[in-house]
C-alpha cells in the first residue's frame, strides 16, 4: 500500500541580528533548575577566536547561569573528537542546558554530548547501523539551542549528528528525533566572519540540501509505514517543497554577492534566511544522490587543503564535497521529475529558455565557477581510478540513495562520479 501521510517538525526559532544576545533569557524559560542552573557551551577553535562564543557565554553568565565553554569540537568531526567531547561534559556534568555556537561541526558536536551526558552507553551504540547499533535514546534529552555561525547545514533544524568513524574510514551519523535542538537561534550578524571560501562551500551545502529536498522521491511514493517506522524524513511533501523554492529564490538573489563582499549584511542575512529555511525543508524531506556521493569524497581525501579551513589536515569540506558531483546527478535524475528540475532552474535565475537536463546542471556549473567552487573532482585529488571505489562508498548510504526520485545503479553513480571529475 503506498503512503499517505507526511510529517512536519521544527526547533523554535528566534531569528535577526542581534538575536544572540537574548541567550540568557532563552535559557531562563526553558531551564527549571533551582539555584545557578549549568551550561555548557560547545564551540570549536575558529569560531572561538571570532569572541561571539565568550560575548555569548558571558550574556549567560548574566542571567544567572554557571558556564563552561567546550572549545575543542573539531571542524567535521570524527569518532575520536566526539569522544572527547562526551568525556569533557560527562566529567564535569551534570548540565541543566546545552548551547552549541559554530558551523554543523560545533552543532552536531553539542548533539552528540547532549545524547551521552542524558543517556547511558558509548557513541558506537546509537551510530546509525550496520556501522553502529542504531539504538534509540530511552531518556530524554537536555534542552539545547543551537546558534549557527555559518550559513549552511542547518544542523540548528535537524535530527542527524554526522561523523567520521577513522578505523572504517566511513562518514556516518546518529538519527534520531531526540537530537532535534529545542530552539535555533540564527543571528546573522555571527555569520559576517566567514572566510570567503567557507561562504562558498556552507552555500553550495544550503543549495544542495534545497535541490536534493526539491527533487527527492514524493513522499507518497514510498511504501506505507507504520507509526512505529516512522523517521523524520518522509521524502518530497508540500510542506518542504515551499521551504526549498523559498531557499532558492534567497540564494539567487545573495549567494555570489556574500561570497565576493563578505561585508556586504544583506547579502548575509539573506544567506543566513536561506540556510535556515533549506534545513527546515530538508530536516523533514531529506537529501539523496550529492549527499550520498559526499560521504566518501570527504572520507577518502588524500591532501587536498582548501583556504580558509584549518591546514592541519587534509579536508573536502561537507559543502564542497556535496556540490562536487550535483551537476551529473541532476542530470541522472532529471527524467524522473522534469518539471521540478526545470522549476528549480528557473528559481536560481537560469535562462527560461533552457528545458532540457542540462538546464539545472549548467546553473549550478556556472554558480560553482563564479563562486571558485573547485573544478571538479579531479581538482581535489581523485582519479578515474579512484571511481570504483567511490562508488562503493556512495551505496553504503542506502537511506540517502532510497531518497532519490529514481533507482541508483551502481552504473549510475560511476557515471556520476565520472562526469564529476571536470565541470568547465
Ligand atoms: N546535522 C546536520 O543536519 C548536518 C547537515 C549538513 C552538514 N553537517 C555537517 O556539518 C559539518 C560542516 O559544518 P559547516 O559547513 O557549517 O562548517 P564547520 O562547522 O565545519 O566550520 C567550517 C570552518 O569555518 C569556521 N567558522 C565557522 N563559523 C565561522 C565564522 N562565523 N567566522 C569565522 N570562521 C567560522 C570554523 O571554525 C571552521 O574552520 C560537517 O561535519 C557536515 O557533515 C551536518
Ligand atoms: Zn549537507
Not at 213 to 220: G, V
Not at 233 to 255: H, Q, R, T
Not at 269 to 280: K, N, P, R
Not at 339 to 360: K, N
Request: a negative charge.
Amino acid at each position: 500500500m503506498a503512503e499517505t501521510v507526511f510529517t512536519y517538525a521544527a526547533p523554535g526559532l528566534k531569528f535577526g541580528r542581534g538575536a544572540s544576545a537574548e541567550i540568557g533569557f532563552d535559557l531562563q524559560q526553558l531551564t527549571r533548575a533551582a539555584g545557578r542552573p549549568r551550561v555548557l557551551v560547545v564551540t570549536d577553535p575558529g569560531v572561538a577566536a571570532t569572541g561571539h562564543p565568550a560575548r555569548i557565554a558571558g550574556q549567560i553568565a548574566d542571567r544567572g547561569f554557571e558556564v563552561t565553554t567546550y572549545d575543542r569540537s573539531r571542524v567535521e568531526p570524527t569518532d575520536e573528537s566526539l569522544e572527547d567531547a562526551v568525556a569533557f561534559a560527562r566529567d564535569g556534568g551534570p548540565w541543566d542546558a546545552v548551547v552549541a555556537i559554530g558551523g554543523g561541526s560545533a552543532i552536531d558536536t553539542a548533539k552528540a554530548v547532549n545524547l551521552l551526558v542524558t543517556n547511558e552507553g558509548s557513541l558506537l551504540d546509537y551510530i546509525n547501523a550496520p556501522v553502529g547499533e542504531g539504538r534509540a535514546p530511552t531518556a530524554p534529552l537536555l534542552p539545547m539551542v543551537a546558534v549557527p555561525t555559518t550559513t549552511g547545514t542547518g544542523s540548528e533544524s535537524t535530527t542527524i549528528c554526522v561523523l567520521d568513524v577513522l578505523a572504517l574510514k566511513v562518514k556516518t551519523g546518529i538519527s534520531h528525533a531526540r537530537l532535534r535542538p529545542t530552539l535555533a537561534v540564527v543571528d546573522p550578524d555571527l555569520t559576517m566572519s566567514q572566510p570567503a571560501m567557507v561562504t562558498a562551500s556552507c552555500g553550495m551545502d544550503i543549495l544542495c540540501h534545497a535541490l536534493e529536498s526539491y527533487t527527492a522521491r514524493w513522499f507518497a511514493h514510498f511504501d506505507a509505514k507504520t507509526p512505529e517506522q516512522r523517521v523524520p524524513y518522509c521524502g518530497a511533501n508540500p510542506i518542504a517543497d515551499m521551504w526549498a523554492e523559498k531557499s532558492l529564490s534567497l540564494l539567487a538573489g545573495a549567494f555570489r554577492t556574500a561570497v565576493r563582499d563578505g561585508d556586504d549584511s544583506e547579502a548575509r542575512e539573506q544567506m543566513a534566511l536561506a540556510a535556515t529555511f533549506a534545513g527546515l525543508g530538508f530536516g523533514n524531506a531529506g537529501v539523496h544522490i550529492p549527499h550520498a556521493n559526499a560521504y566518501p569524497i570527504a572520507g577518502r581525501v588524500r591532501a587536498y587543503r582548501p583556504e580558509g579551513y584549518p591546514q592541519e589536515e587534509p579536508i573536502v569540506p561537507h559543502g564542497m564535497a556535496v556540490s562536487l558531483t550535483a551537476p551529473a546527478a541532476f542530470a541522472l535524475t532529471f527524467d524522473a521529475a522534469p518539471v521540478r528540475h526545470l522549476r528549480a532552474a528557473s528559481l536560481l535565475g537560469g535562462e527560461s529558455g533552457a528545458a532540457g537536463p542540462d538546464a539545472l546542471p549548467s546553473v549550478l556549473r556556472s554558480l560553482m565557477r563564479d563562486i571558485q567552487i573547485p573544478n571538479g573532482l579531479a581538482e581535489v585529488g581523485y582519479l578515474a581510478s579512484d571511481v570504483d571505489d567511490l562508488v562503493e562508498g556512495s551505496l553504503q548510504q542506502q537511506r540517502l540513495l532510497a531518497t532519490a526520485p529514481r533507482p541508483v545503479t551502481a552504473d549510475d553513480l560511476a557515471g556520476v562520479f565520472r562526469g564529476s571529475m571536470e565541470h568547465w
